[in-house]
């Protein structure tokens, strides 16, 4: 998906990181500690961002706690609109969701069209107690009625705008950007 030159920059590195220990803090806080909880991001960029969250939970709380990713190309509702040949990452979900309280992990959060998704999938694999959603924007122009327990921010935007957000080498969040699409 092309995207244009930076038209704003929405957050810097160190204030997406501080945004990711509220969320984090938000989470043990809302749930009464880490006990029952565990992550799955969404590939590929929740992943990332699940990653920042359970290294803040570990800080803040101690715990060490179970970490997923989940795929959800064959889930999505317009496979047949994508490349014939979608890029495939595949589910890593190592534990039982079955009374679990999951915390479901993206970083933007448009349409709901992919958390929609993502439920489905989560539901095929066993039922969770409880699904709870964190997202780092939450760029609004919603299609379905979903809304995120976590949010980082919100950034209205329009349909021809798209947000980046950068992942570093070591799976630190950067910069978070917003961008015109390029048509």
Same mark, same amino acid.
């Given at each position: 998906?092309?995207?244009?030159?930076?038209?704003?920059?929405?957050?810097?590195?160190?204030?997406?990181?501080?945004?990711?220990?509220?969320?984090?803090?938000?989470?043990?806080?809302?749930? /009464?500690?880490? =006990?029952?909880?565990?992550?799955? =991001?969404?590939? /590929?960029? =929740?992943?990332?961002?699940?990653?920042?969250?359970?290294?803040?939970?570990?800080?803040?709380? =101690?715990?060490?706690?179970?970490?997923?990713?989940?795929?959800?190309?064959?889930?999505?509702?317009?496979?047949?609109?994508?490349?014939?040949?979608?890029?495939?990452?595949?589910?890593?979900?190592?534990?039982?969701?079955?009374? /679990?309280?999951?915390?479901?992990?993206?970083?933007?959060?448009?349409? +709901?069209?992919?958390?929609?998704?993502?439920?489905?999938?989560?539901?095929?694999?066993?039922?969770?107690? /409880?699904?709870?959603?964190?997202?780092?924007?939450?760029?609004?122009?919603?299609?379905?009625?979903?809304?995120?327990?976590?949010?980082?921010?919100? *950034?209205?935007?329009?349909?021809?705008?798209?947000?980046? *957000?950068?992942?570093?080498?070591? +799976?630190?969040? +950067?910069?978070?950007?917003?961008?015109?699409?390029?048509?």
């Amino acid at each position: 998906m092309p995207i244009g030159k930076v038209k704003k920059i929405l957050m810097n590195e160190e204030t997406a990181n501080r945004v990711v220990r509220r969320i984090a803090y938000e989470i043990t806080e809302r749930n /009464k500690g880490a =006990g029952n909880l565990v992550l799955i =991001g969404i590939q /590929k960029k =929740g992943v990332d961002l699940a990653k920042a969250v359970k290294r803040c939970i570990k800080d803040t709380e =101690g715990a060490d706690i179970p970490l997923g990713s989940l795929d959800i190309t064959f889930y999505r509702d317009d496979l047949t609109k994508l490349n014939q040949h979608p890029v495939v990452m595949g589910n890593d979900i190592g534990f039982q969701l079955e009374n /679990k309280n999951i915390i479901l992990v993206d970083d933007v959060l448009f349409s +709901g069209r992919t958390i929609r998704a993502a439920i489905d999938e989560l539901f095929d694999m066993g039922r969770p107690d /409880k699904i709870e959603l964190a997202v780092l924007i939450d760029r609004g122009n919603r299609e379905l009625p979903i809304q995120a327990d976590y949010v980082g921010r919100n *950034v209205p935007t329009s349909e021809n705008e798209y947000i980046n *957000v950068e992942v570093k080498s070591g +799976g630190e969040i +950067g910069a978070v950007t917003l961008h015109d699409r390029e048509v």
